[in-house]
């Protein structure tokens, strides 16, 4: 048992979206494909369907193909999640467990 006291259930990182637009992109395929293109727009929802899985950014960092990392500068406190060779996404975590993450923004990562 885990802390909640039920038999296999395990807690999983609380996704919020920055804003509604981020949020219509995760749940429309046609306006998350008109933003970004079929490649990153397939991998965006999969980045946020592995954030759901996850028990923490502890869980995300041992995945190393999603190249989750800290990042400085203007965007200390803020962390990133490759979309591919150009894009990624930009997580801000709400909570010192970091069970809480509010996903900020997708960017292309030399346009910051």
Known sequence: MDTLGVI???RSVDVRFGTEKLRTAY???KARTREWGLVVARLYVRRID?????????????LQS????ALTGQ???QYAVD??????????????AMTVVRVE???????D
């Open 75 to 77: 965007r200390k406190g």
């Open 27 to 29: 749940e429309d395929e």
């Open 8 to 10: 296999g259930y395990t």
């Open 105 to 111: 923004e997708v960017s292309k990562h030399y346009d």
């Open 50 to 62: 592995t954030l759901h899985a996850a028990e923490n950014a502890q869980t995300l960092r041992a």
């Open 83 to 96: 979309l591919g060779p150009a894009y990624r996404l930009i997580l801000a975590f709400q909570d010192k």
């Open 66 to 69: 999603l190249r989750f990392h």
